[in-house]
């Protein structure tokens, strides 16, 4: 089985400042990570993903996120944020090799940028 | 090319009624998978369909079920409805390759209010 912890409901980040998501996952076998956004009244929309090779990732936006495997976590990072950058961010883990490919999300953290 | 589409949008029910959802994939997709977002949580997996048979299922009770058409659209039914079925139904279409990864792509979601 699978979960995922998001560590921070709510991140307040001022306009221009660098913010960092967190998230630490628990799963018995290897999976592959993802972040995605979801702005208001919207559906997810994918941020990044990591499935093997280079431990960075880069997305859109800006964004990137680092997978620490010793520390099973996949934090997320930005360098400076935009107050577009206002949304709810899902941490999310599926099991490597299922052919189900459900994705399992964390309760998400909601990003408010002041400016 | 339109992406995932979800109808109707919103839908509001009194306890006890039943409720069918529509989904149609993204062209070129054959699989959908349908997950529950709770206001305030992450989404939660419900239920995959591939080739008209329900391939994996998460831990929702047998009110819940769906059915997929050979054009590879989706229903999703609950039945008996309870309050606490209140949610954004999210519904993401996929295209099963060999490869273990295969990206879901998310609609807007039906927002479902059960009076």
């Known amino acids: 089985a699978q979960s995922v912890t998001q560590l921070d409901s709510q991140v307040p980040v001022f306009e221009e400042a660098p913010v960092e998501l967190r998230c630490n996952y628990s799963s018995s076998v290897s999976v592959y990570l993802f972040w995605y956004v979801q702005y208001p009244n919207q559906g997810l929309q994918l941020l990044l993903k990591?499935?093997?090779?280079?431990?960075l990732v880069k997305g859109i936006n800006g964004f990137e996120a680092e997978f620490n495997k010793s520390q099973t976590s996949f934090h997320l990072r930005k360098p400076s944020v935009h107050i577009s950058d206002t949304a709810e961010y899902f941490c999310?883990?599926?099991?490597?090799?299922?052919?189900?490919?459900?994705?399992?999300f964390g309760s998400g953290t909601r990003l408010s940028i002041r400016p | 090319d339109a992406g995932v589409t979800q109808s109707p949008t919103h839908l509001i029910k009194t306890r006890g009624q039943q409720v069918t959802l529509r989904c149609s994939p993204k062209s070129g997709h054959d699989t959908v998978s349908w997950y529950q977002q709770a206001l305030g949580q992450g989404p939660q997996f419900i239920f995959q369909?591939?080739?008209?048979?329900?391939?994996q299922r998460g831990n929702f009770p047998d009110r819940f079920s769906g059915h997929q058409f050979p054009n590879y659209s989706s229903e999703l039914n609950v039945n008996a409805l309870l309050l606490g079925d209140s949610a954004l139904y999210l519904c993401?279409?996929?295209?099963?390759?060999?490869?273990?990864?295969?990206?879901?792509?998310f609609g807007p979601g039906t927002r479902l209010t059960v009076l």
């Open positions: 990591y499935l093997s090779g280079s431990t």
């Open positions: 993401a279409s996929s295209l099963r390759l060999a490869s273990s990864y295969n990206e879901q792509f």
């Open positions: 369909y591939y080739e008209e048979e329900e391939r």
């Open positions: 999310a883990v599926s099991p490597l090799y299922s052919s189900a490919s459900k994705i399992i």
